[in-house]
């Protein structure tokens, strides 16, 4: 089990920011520890490859997901979405904020929470509570393209993972079990 738990951040334009969580969470789960990780603006009903890889491995690792259909291309302009986001988000923190403060997981994985703070979902004192508050041996891990300083601050580790090349600037379109 964790012995002390950290924060970490992974940032950036790059491909790899929930790849690099899901290894973690891989890695984890396999010591034995038991790992939450929560999808932000990615529904339920979007089928990931991870989602089912882990669900057919019966690895301690739970998914959750707030409930609404948010459009990446969309849902930004649309005040409604947006409103209803922000407070299933804050619920969704609230709820974490208690599993975290009483060690209920060992990691706890904020799916693109960073990217809800960028457009004003989320903010930056809801997860600096969550941090005050966890039990010592959880470890925090938030991803998410352009943590700002205020985040970074919050962080004992952050990886700025940058883009070199990719197949997106070519027209290539995300492809089921690479991309998601």
């Not at 970490?8 to 790849?19: D, H, L, N, S």
């Not at 603006?41 to 989602?51: A, F, V």
């Not at 969309?74 to 299933?88: C, I, Q």
């Amino acid at each position: 089990m964790i012995e002390n738990g950290l924060v970490q951040i992974y940032t950036g334009e790059g491909k790899g920011k929930t790849t690099a969580a899901l290894g973690l969470s891989l890695r984890a789960a396999g010591d034995g520890n038991r790992v939450l990780f929560a999808q932000y603006l990615k529904p339920e009903n979007l089928q990931l490859s991870e989602r089912n890889a882990i669900e057919q491995s019966k690895l301690p690792i739970d998914f959750k997901t707030i409930d609404i259909d948010w459009n990446m291309w969309n849902s930004p302009d649309d005040s409604d979405e947006r409103k209803k986001a922000a407070e299933l988000i804050e619920k969704s923190l609230e709820h974490i904020n208690t599993l975290t403060s009483e060690g209920v997981y060992n990691v706890v994985v904020l799916d693109e929470i960073i990217y809800c703070i960028n457009i004003g979902l989320a903010s930056v004192n809801q997860i600096q509570k969550l941090i005050e508050h966890k039990a010592g041996k959880v470890e925090i891990v938030l991803t998410g393209r352009g943590a700002k300083k205020e985040i970074i601050k919050l962080a004992d580790l952050v990886s700025d993972i940058k883009s070199v090349k990719h197949p997106f600037a070519k027209g290539f379109r995300a492809r089921k079990g690479i991309e998601y």
